[in-house]
Nanobody, 115 residues
Framework: QVQLVESGGGLVQPGGSLSLSCAAS????????MSWFRQAPGKERELVAT????????NYADSVKGRFTISRDNVKNTVYLQMNNLKPEDTAVYYC????????WGKGTLVTVSS
């Protein structure tokens, strides 16, 4: 059974940093691309970043380029999202995602950027 468990969210001031983690299980992690999505209050869920199975290529939404970094550890079956220079508009629930025959999502972790 596929499971994705996010952690690391919290309250941070503008300009601050947070690091999110997603522990994956129930599938062969090393052969699946992994992604982070986010959903802000009243808005649709949006793709934030994607990383290839080997971790050799990444893609980012324009709104987070240069500030966020996605990475993975195929031994620990974990994908990370390092978020720097956070802005109030980054406030959202952040979800880990994998597609394996169908879409799988974690339950999400809340990131609040506020002074």
């Amino acid at each position: 059974q596929v499971q994705l468990v996010e952690s690391g969210g919290g309250l941070v001031q503008p300009g601050g940093s947070l690091s999110l983690s997603c522990a994956a299980s129930g599938f062969t992690f090393s052969i699946r691309a992994m992604s982070w999505f986010r959903q802000a209050p009243g808005k649709e869920r949006e793709l934030v970043a994607t990383i290839t199975p080997a971790g050799d290529s990444t893609n980012y939404a324009d709104s987070v380029k240069g500030r966020f970094t996605i990475s993975r550890d195929n031994v620990k079956n974990t994908v990370y999202l390092q978020m720097n220079n956070l802005k109030p508009e980054d406030t959202a629930v952040y979800y880990c995602y994998v597609r394996r025959w169908r879409d799988y999502w974690g339950k999400g972790t809340l990131v609040t950027v506020s002074s």
